[in-house]
Each structure stands twice: as structure tokens, then as C-alpha cells.
């Protein structure tokens, strides 16, 4: 049998740890985890899942790609609350307040934060918020800036606002009881894409402070910077993943504010690059999920429809027993 320095030039390298930037079909031996590895192919995919039972956009949602909840929404407002296990999506119990264009943060779908939005009710912006327990919705302390399309990331006890309508920069954080104002955002915008795992590590993109913008920034707990620009400028996108790796979903694109796009891109930190679209473009759409397991659903023009994100490939280790 042929030997692999016979094969590839070179013999396998020992690493500390893993390369930051390996090349395709590299092959290494990780000596901290005694691991032998390879770079392979990455793969990436949208594939249709079961549709939710409203039809919604401006929508919020949380969770994951197997426990996600979907909330609010629709034009007038919705109060709506769904809930998906990965299969099927379940009404459950609404939220207090029916309102459109609202933040959403959370973990799970038994584990949520609500918070913002628009009332048809009475035409205004609300700064409520409401936590999600599993199975009802409690108004709790409310934000100290009303106001609409605006991001989020983070979790029901420590969830980030920031950004929306009126094109604002404020920033806010939520410690599980009150919401602080703490440095703004930058770049003012509107419908704007956010994810983060908690308050102190987000990332903001796209948004429209005027036009629809590629700007992002990354927050590290105290102050917003910006970094590398997404390739296809937009605003009213979906957004998964975390400060370090994320999905910018959908959206519509300057100069064709009645067209929306299908256009995925992911971010590793450093770089956003263009992954395969989704199967239905659309706009004002939610997600939840990661990078390599996410789920976008709802969206204008008002659909039910829900995709499931898949990733493969990347560092593989090799078994050699």
C-alpha cells in the first residue's frame, strides 16, 4: 500500500490544535486530542419542513432547529404563539399583547423573551416585554425605548435589543428582571438581522439606516465594532447562530423594496461568504437555530412556510482503529 508522503509530497503534520484555515483534503494529527484528521468538502442545504399553521411575516422567533417557537406577527397584529418539536408545529398559548415587527430571544421553545414591536390596536410602538415559560406568556418589566423592527440576541435571562423603527442605534440589555440602555449601535437602522448566544457577545447586521445596508458589528459586552460588510446588502432578514458564527437569511435588497431575496450567507467570524439559498425567498421572515442546523419560517409575501438549514463537512476525524 502506497504511503501517504508517497501520495500527497509531504508526510502528515503534527498540531497543537486544529488549523485555523486548512486546506481542502489536508490531512493532520491533532497531538493534544490524539486525533488524526482531514479537511473535507463543505455541504450546505435548505430543505422544506412542515408549514406552520398561520401565515405570518415581522414575526419573532427562538429556539433551535428542533424546539423553536414562533410569535407575533402578521398585519394587523397577531398574538400567536407556535411551537415546533422538529416535525410539527403546535399552537399554544398567545401572547398578551398582539403586536408585529417585535425582538424575540431564547434558547428553547419552552424558554423565550418577547419584547417591542407595533399594536394595531391603538397604532403605536409598545416597549412590552413578556417572558415565555413553556406554556404561557407573563408581562414583565418593560424596555426603556418603544420600538419596532429592531434585533436581538441572547436568551430569556440575558437578551440584548438593540437598533429598529425609529431608526435608532440604542442599545438595551435584559438581566432576567430589568433592561438597561448601554452603548449604541454604530450604525442606526431598522429591520435589522441580530444573534448572540447571550447579552454579551451579539452581532448586528444589514438593517436599513436610509437604504438597506451589509454593515456589521460585533459586541463584546460593552461596546459595538464594526467588521467586515455582508456581500449582499439588505434589510428584513432572519438570522441564526451566534456572535462567532451565523447565518444571514432572506431579506430584500436596495432598489427592489417589493422583491425579496433567497440569499444565505454565514459568518465565521471574520468573513460572511454566500451559502445555498433558501427555497423561497422571502422577506421579514424569523429563524432559530445555528449554523449548521437552523430553521427560517414565515415571511412576506405572508407564507407559512418553513426550511431546515443543514451544514456538513469541514474538519472530519478519521478512524483508524
Same mark, same amino acid.
Given at each position: 500500500?502506497?504511503?501517504?508522503?508517497?501520495?500527497?509530497?509531504?508526510?502528515?503534520?503534527?498540531?497543537?490544535?486544529?488549523?485555523?484555515?486548512?486546506?481542502? @483534503?489536508?490531512?493532520?494529527?491533532? =497531538?493534544?486530542?490524539? *486525533?488524526?484528521?482531514?479537511?473535507?468538502?463543505? *455541504?450546505?442545504?435548505?430543505?422544506? /419542513?412542515?408549514?406552520?399553521?398561520?401565515?405570518? +411575516?415581522?414575526?419573532?422567533?427562538?429556539?433551535?432547529?428542533?424546539?423553536?417557537?414562533? %410569535?407575533?406577527?402578521? +398585519?394587523?397584529?397577531?398574538?400567536? =404563539?407556535?411551537? +415546533?418539536?422538529?416535525?410539527?408545529?403546535? $399552537?399554544?398559548?398567545?401572547?398578551?399583547?398582539?403586536?408585529?415587527?417585535?425582538?424575540?430571544?431564547?434558547?428553547?421553545?419552552?424558554?423565550?423573551? @418577547?419584547?417591542?414591536?407595533?399594536?394595531?390596536?391603538?397604532?403605536?410602538?409598545?416597549?412590552?416585554?413578556?417572558?415565555?415559560?413553556? =406554556?404561557?406568556?407573563?408581562?414583565?418589566?418593560?424596555?426603556?425605548?418603544?420600538?419596532?423592527?429592531?434585533?436581538?440576541?441572547?436568551?430569556?435571562?440575558?437578551?440584548?435589543?438593540?437598533? @429598529?423603527?425609529? *431608526?435608532?442605534?440604542?442599545?438595551?440589555?435584559?438581566?432576567?428582571?430589568?433592561?438597561?440602555? *448601554?452603548?449604541?449601535?454604530?450604525?442606526?437602522?431598522?429591520?435589522?438581522?441580530?444573534?448572540?448566544?447571550?447579552?454579551? /457577545?451579539?452581532?448586528? %447586521?444589514?438593517?436599513?439606516?436610509?437604504?438597506?445596508?451589509?454593515?456589521? $458589528?460585533?459586541?463584546? @459586552?460593552?461596546?459595538?465594532?464594526?467588521?467586515?460588510?455582508?456581500?449582499?446588502?439588505?434589510?428584513?432578514?432572519?438570522?441564526?447562530?451566534?456572535?462567532?458564527?451565523?447565518?444571514?437569511?432572506?431579506?430584500?435588497?436596495?432598489? /427592489?423594496?417589493?422583491?425579496?431575496?433567497?440569499?444565505?450567507? $454565514?459568518?465565521?467570524?471574520?468573513?460572511?461568504?454566500?451559502?445555498?439559498?433558501?427555497?423561497?425567498?422571502?422577506?421579514?421572515?424569523?429563524?432559530?437555530?445555528?449554523?449548521?442546523?437552523?430553521?427560517? %419560517?414565515?415571511?412576506?409575501? /405572508?407564507?407559512?412556510?418553513? $426550511?431546515? %438549514?443543514?451544514?456538513?463537512?469541514?474538519?472530519? =476525524?478519521?478512524?483508524?482503529?
Amino acid at each position: 500500500m502506497a504511503e501517504y508522503k508517497s501520495i500527497n509530497g509531504t508526510k502528515i503534520q503534527d498540531f497543537t490544535s486544529d488549523p485555523a484555515n486548512p486546506l481542502e @483534503g489536508q490531512v493532520w494529527y491533532n =497531538t493534544t486530542s490524539n *486525533v488524526l484528521k482531514i479537511s473535507t468538502p463543505v *455541504v450546505s442545504a435548505w430543505a422544506t /419542513a412542515n408549514s406552520m399553521g398561520t401565515g405570518r +411575516y415581522l414575526l419573532a422567533g427562538a429556539g433551535t432547529q428542533t424546539a423553536a417557537l414562533a %410569535f407575533g406577527g402578521g +398585519y394587523p397584529a397577531f398574538a400567536q =404563539t407556535e411551537s +415546533y418539536n422538529g416535525t410539527n408545529w403546535t $399552537e399554544v398559548n398567545d401572547l398578551n399583547t398582539a403586536r408585529y415587527s417585535l425582538g424575540g430571544a431564547g434558547a428553547t421553545n419552552t424558554a423565550a423573551l @418577547g419584547f417591542g414591536g407595533y399594536r394595531s390596536s391603538n397604532s403605536s410602538l409598545t416597549a412590552a416585554t413578556e417572558t415565555w415559560n413553556g =406554556t404561557n406568556w407573563t408581562e414583565v418589566n418593560d424596555l426603556n425605548t418603544a420600538r419596532r423592527a429592531l434585533a436581538s440576541a441572547g436568551t430569556n435571562t440575558a437578551a440584548l435589543a438593540f437598533g @429598529g423603527q425609529p *431608526v435608532t442605534a440604542v442599545t438595551e440589555t435584559w438581566n432576567g428582571t430589568n433592561w438597561t440602555e *448601554v452603548n449604541d449601535l454604530n450604525t442606526a437602522r431598522r429591520a435589522i438581522a441580530g444573534c448572540g448566544v447571550n447579552n454579551t /457577545a451579539a452581532l448586528a %447586521f444589514g438593517g436599513s439606516p436610509g437604504a438597506a445596508t451589509g454593515k456589521t $458589528e460585533t459586541w463584546n @459586552g460593552t461596546n459595538w465594532t464594526e467588521v467586515n460588510d455582508m456581500n449582499t446588502a439588505r434589510d428584513g432578514l432572519g438570522s441564526a447562530g451566534t456572535n462567532t458564527a451565523a447565518l444571514a437569511i432572506g431579506g430584500r435588497v436596495p432598489n /427592489a423594496p417589493s422583491t425579496p431575496t433567497a440569499v444565505t450567507e $454565514e459568518w465565521n467570524g471574520t468573513n460572511w461568504t454566500e451559502v445555498n439559498d433558501l427555497n423561497t425567498a422571502r422577506e421579514y421572515l424569523a429563524a432559530a437555530g445555528t449554523t449548521t442546523a437552523a430553521l427560517a %419560517f414565515g415571511g412576506k409575501p /405572508a407564507t407559512a412556510a418553513t $426550511e431546515e %438549514f443543514s451544514e456538513t463537512g469541514g474538519t472530519t =476525524t478519521i478512524d483508524t482503529e
